[in-house]
């Protein structure tokens, strides 16, 4: 895909010295500062959910009334330890 960016002189001759120093297109050193920043945008633009949403699911294993009464079984453990 073809797309036109206009930068001021300073920047252009920062591409240029970039460019040259690491013996690549000017185009190429563009494309990397674009992904680098995409990547980084990525990761300060998502949410705290957004960020553990890949952890946070259904368990199907297991007693389905472990959050039931919790308060009451917890005082039951502690008696029968004494």
Partial sequence: MLMTLRIDAKIDQWVEQIAHKNKVS???VVRDAIV???AKYRLQAQSPYEQI???IG???QGPKDLS???G???RQLL???K
């Fill in 79 to 81: 008696r029968k330890r």
């Fill in 36 to 38: 680098e920043y995409a």
């Fill in 53 to 55: 949403a890949h952890l």
């Fill in 26 to 28: 000017r185009a190429k």
């Fill in 68 to 70: 039931q009464d919790t």
């Fill in 58 to 60: 259904k368990v199907t």
């Fill in 72 to 74: 009451k079984k917890f």
